[in-house]
């Protein structure tokens, strides 16, 4: 049974950091491309990062230069690294995974995910 599980939730002020975590386990990793996605109340789950098997990431360009995505395929961990968090950050965030490389457009679209965890929750206060 294919599991993910993500961790790090919490509550921060503006330009305060948080890394979250996502333990994968019941497929072989190494072989699938893995995203972090969010959704804000009212509105749709959103890309943030993807990172390939080959290290290969891509980023949102609402992101790009303050989030930082990695993966360590020994013991099947996905992680994102936010620093400078915006009140606009808020949402629940979710991990997901695709058995497949990331360099398509559709890697940034929550529908062409195969496996999702169940989120774990961003607070950012200004």
């Known amino acids: 049974q294919v599991r993910l599980m993500e961790s790090g939730a919490d509550s921060v002020q503006s330009g305060g950091s948080l890394r979250l975590s996502c333990a994968v386990s019941?497929?072989?990793?190494?072989?699938?491309?893995m995203g972090w996605f969010r959704q804000a109340p009212g509105k749709g789950r959103e890309g943030v990062a993807t990172i390939d098997s080959h290290g290969r990431r891509a980023y949102s360009d609402s992101v790009k230069g303050r989030f930082a995505i990695s993966r360590d395929d020994t013991n099947n961990s996905l992680y994102l690294q936010m620093d400078n968090l915006k009140p606009e950050d808020t949402a629940m965030y979710y991990c997901?995974?695709?058995?497949?490389?990331?360099?398509?457009?559709?890697?940034?679209?929550?529908?062409?995910?195969?496996?999702w965890g169940q989120g774990t929750q961003v607070t950012v206060s200004s």
């Open positions: 019941g497929l072989t990793y190494s072989g699938y491309c």
């Open positions: 997901a995974a695709k058995r497949a490389g990331c360099y398509t457009s559709g890697a940034m679209r929550a529908d062409w995910y195969e496996y």
